[in-house]
């Protein structure tokens, strides 16, 4: 229900705001007429504010044309709901209720912290900037990389009573204008009622929430963003977070680093292996020595036969119940030095690993050679780069292991089947996700394992023919 | 019918893993038996005869018509060619690697497997073959490590033959071809216009000609004619007796192996059948894959024992000269006949 502006006074004003401690209402004579001026003392930058508005007064007396109007400011009829949003918002309003207008101050205060390297995304060498948590920081850390004309910033309000709003970017020459559509179409429709986080937007913007696969990239590096964007890629930025989504993406450009680029080719195609041979013994080497151990003890040669027999013979359950002790206590470890204050944090995994490891060993619990995997594939899963497919990863190994149980080696391969089927399923904003695999292009899949010298970009491919036409 | 676009290597990919996962691992005991020392060569001249199929096929895919009838005929063979490679994987596994599971059970974990394939996207099942790349660079890779153990005097052609025997061994020889009559059903979905009666069909001949050699080649090599008599699945044994220094049973992995190429190329025959299933939305095809899938439940069972499997097995080698290879041919020179006479009178 809108008010008429001349029923407009110092308490309906304070009364919109709930009597907030932090709300400045003034009142001004102005040669006009009378006015109030509004704003919250924790969001805006009150000397500037009152240069504005010192500056605007002496315009108004001159009888100036448009003397409202200054590059921070705009003046608008009286509106009840673009007061309320724009005072939360940070900004500055001055009302004339006589002449039903308000004029708009842009004197918003930011503090932001400085753009240190993100915690989780280290690099050897290259930039060592970080994303934080202002908009406006973080898209210049991005402009003053991509000076193009078509790089282009777009702003979408997310739900109908939400002031909350979501920023896209993309390179109108590279990107997909499918794509680009989607996902404007994704952002307008989401419902929130409150701010949310990038973790929140990612459930919005992805297309299968349910799969253990991030369908979107999570980065707080500029240079990332920037790499991506060259790709053709889009993204997705909001207001009070570092983290930058990125999408459409595929499984595999979780397994990049920007280190794969700074470093030589040579050596960026051997970690990059490296990174995706870890993908392989985080996922099976658990499952692998259950049904060797479970099932096949006929492969190994018959000298580590013995010894492996020797050490499990001794234990009292069967090795599924040792491997799942063991893979839970490492999950607790973690998740206990993540929690802890910094200078205690790694005095857990002395004391769990180390301690606890040796003393459940000598308890006759677990088996040596348990230890020696569960270490080998937590090592092996801390190698990828991405920290959400890094837990993707650390779960779907527990399916395997159960698999591995019932029925060795077929199990395992069965579950191989099903989650390679999930991974050719999945799409991100509608692209395929498991590219160059499928669509399958046999000239791509190089990129994927080799990091070639950086000649030319390799744009991602377009919207796949069988997505339009096929079965969806 | 369902439509979708392949690519020139989509097509020829699909096509490999269609005509390679029922018998690579089977058919070798039967040929060397029969045709002894000249198997490879018996081979060879079935390959040249698929190649110059696949050039007509080539040539006059444009008018093949399948009449409802017909679509049945195919629809109910591919389902035995099914039933008799699931049957044998099944009977492998039970054999091999798990005694004790029941069958039933062995049975409804693969059709899972398939129905889960068969109920998402087209391009999901369309390039399902991509997970058999590593595996084939793997069994190429267990074949090398036979090679020191192979007796190559064992490839000199015998020139007195029983004539009866060679002509079974022909007919042994063509289970490799089970599935090249999917080249005129696909063909029309492949992207490229231009003929491809050039390099992609002689490559495309090349790998699946090299490939069936050399599985021929080596258990001949490595066993003997009088020694592979006794073993079913010579290929199996040979790696069973390879001794390696860091494993000792590599036909484990060996067969694991196959199984997932074989459970593709099940994925591929059922995706297939469902396809050319009459059906006006996507519920009524869901429940098409549904009923199948209960259907193969139902059915594998009675043929996991050798001699059904043997049976059916036979069965399927017979049908596929009639259906697999006769039928189109038949198909095609019927539109043409008709073609040629309604040119004629109308003239």
Known sequence: MKNPASMIDKYFLEDLFYGSSDLVIQEVQWTIGKGFVCYFTTLVDTVETAKQIELMRSRSEQALKNWGTTAISTVQTFNQEQLIESICSGMTLLIFPEMNIQIQLSTQQFTARSPDEPIGETTVRGSHEGFVESLEQNLYMIRKRLAIPDLVIRTVKMGKENNSYATYIYIDSLADPDVVLEAANRLKNIPGEYALGSGQMEDYLEDTVYSPF??????????????????????????HSPTVLIGPVTFFSFFQ???????????????????????????????????????HFEILPNDISQKVKLTVNDLPYRPIIEALFLELFIELIREASLRLPTPIGPTIGIVGGLVIGDAVVNAGLVSNIMIVVVAITAISSYVIPSPEMNMSIRIIRFPFMIMATLFGFFGMSIMALLLYIHLLNLSSLKQPYFSPLIPFDASRLWVVFLRLPFFRHHPQQKTFSFFRRGRK | MMMFELSKTQFFCILFFIQTGGVFISFQHYLIQDAKQNSWLVFLVIALMQYLLFLLFEKTYHALRVPTFIRWVFKIYWLLVIISGLSFIIYLLSLWTLPDTPIIVTTAIILIVSYYANYGKVTAVLNIWTIAIPVVIFIVITWLLAVPH?????????????????????????????????????RPFVKEVRSLAGWPLFSYQMSWTFFYLATILVNQLFFGIEEIKTIPQPTLYMMKSLTLSFIERADLFYMIAWIIWSIVTVILYIFFVVMTWPADNESKRRRQNIVIHLFLLAVIGFFVSKERNEWIREIVNYLHLAIGIVLPIILILLKKGLNKWIKDSSS
């Open chain 1, 214 to 239: 991030p369908q979107l990239l999570n980065t707080e590096r500029p240079d990332r963003v920037v790499e991506n964007l060259l790709e053709g890629k889009i993204a997705f930025l909001i207001d």
């Open chain 1, 257 to 295: 680093s920007p280190d794969d680029y700074n470093a030589r080719p040579i050596v960026g195609t051997f970690y990059r292996l490296l990174r995706l041979g870890g993908l392989a013994m985080a996922v099976l080497l658990p499952a692998f020595y259950i049904a060797v151990v479970s099932y």
């Open chain 2, 150 to 186: 192979l007796d190559w005097y064992r490839m000199a052609p015998q020139m007195d033959f029983n004539v009866v025997k060679m002509a079974r061994a022909f007919l042994v020889a063509t289970a490799p071809m089970i599935g090249l009559e999917f080249y005129l059903f696909l």
